[in-house]
């Protein structure tokens, strides 16, 4: 990634000042990402398999002002970050959240490890309705505090899992540390945007999470969960209603509901 680029992603997240290497840093643009560039899978749902070559990614939730979901929104993050200097790795895991931990998953979800000052860091902006503002400690089984809720990670033997405090602890995803190659990455987002058993192809799904609370739709319904754990739930009766949402909730622009409206009809 060039430093125009760069600078242009800074810009779209409303991150200002200089991009040192520092922890600083590595927060701000962990908390500000998820909250200007939304989770949404409008490509899958509409039956288009999203891009994961990063000049495409860049454009498209960049240039356009679109969202995406985990391989596009961490992807990019990725490259940001060793632009800035990280050294960063990806990772595949297996989702559980709604299960329980030991759920049998396929390796379907792209987070990030990041390697910093001798620890490493769990770093993710891509998980919809419970990902993280924050980066956190890989190897630190203690509860940790993040801009938007209580997250731990447990580990058993090679295994890791995170997870979210809701009332109760739940897990998100559980992974091995290991080498990701390009192919893995290919085949999961094939299968997750063609699959028809996939959620990603079948529901419509939004999410973005800010300092005031964390927005998800999906099934017609917008859940609003605040910060203090209050929870508004608004029925989404009609495309217009849900085309006001897409703009005025989740700061997308007139290309995603175009995107939504050329493909598919949602009532």
Not at 54 to 82: A, P
Not at 134 to 139: E, K, T, V
Not at 156 to 166: A, F, G, S
Not at 213 to 236: P, V
Request: glycine letters at 4%; a negative charge; proline letters at 4%.
């Amino acid at each position: 990634m060039n430093t125009s680029d760069l600078e242009k992603y800074f810009e779209r997240i409303h991150f200002s000042g200089t991009p040192e290497l520092s922890m600083e840093t590595l927060k701000r643009i962990h908390q500000l990402h998820p909250k200007y560039i939304p989770f949404e899978n409008i490509d899958s749902y509409t039956g288009t398999v999203p891009s994961l070559q990063l000049d495409d990614i860049f454009r498209k939730l960049v240039m356009e002002s679109r969202g995406g979901y985990c391989y596009e929104q961490n992807l990019l993050l990725s490259e940001v970050l060793k632009t800035v200097g990280f050294n960063v790795k990806l990772q595949l895991g297996r989702v559980v959240w709604g299960r329980q931990e030991d759920s049998s998953a396929a390796q379907t979800h792209l987070l990030l490890i990041v390697d910093f000052e001798g620890k490493q860091y769990v770093v993710d902006c891509g998980f919809g309705t419970a990902t993280l503002t924050s980066p956190i400690l890989l190897n630190e089984e203690d509860q940790q505090q993040t801009p938007n809720g209580i997250f731990k990670v447990s580990h058993k033997e090679e295994t890791y899992t995170l997870w979210m405090w809701k009332e109760q602890w739940l897990p998100v995803y559980r992974f091995i540390p290991e080498h990701v190659e390009p192919i893995d990455l290919d085949i999961s987002n094939w299968y997750l945007s063609t699959h028809p058993d996939s959620h990603f192809k079948n529901r419509l799904i939004l999410s973005k999470v800010d300092e005031n609370a964390r927005y998800t739709y999906t099934d017609h319904i917008l859940n609003i969960r605040s910060a203090d754990g209050e929870k508004e739930s608004i029925t989404i009766e009609n495309d217009v209603q849900l085309y006001e949402i897409l703009i005025n909730t989740f700061g997308l622009k007139e290309n995603a509901i175009d995107a939504l409206k050329s493909k598919v009809r949602i009532w």
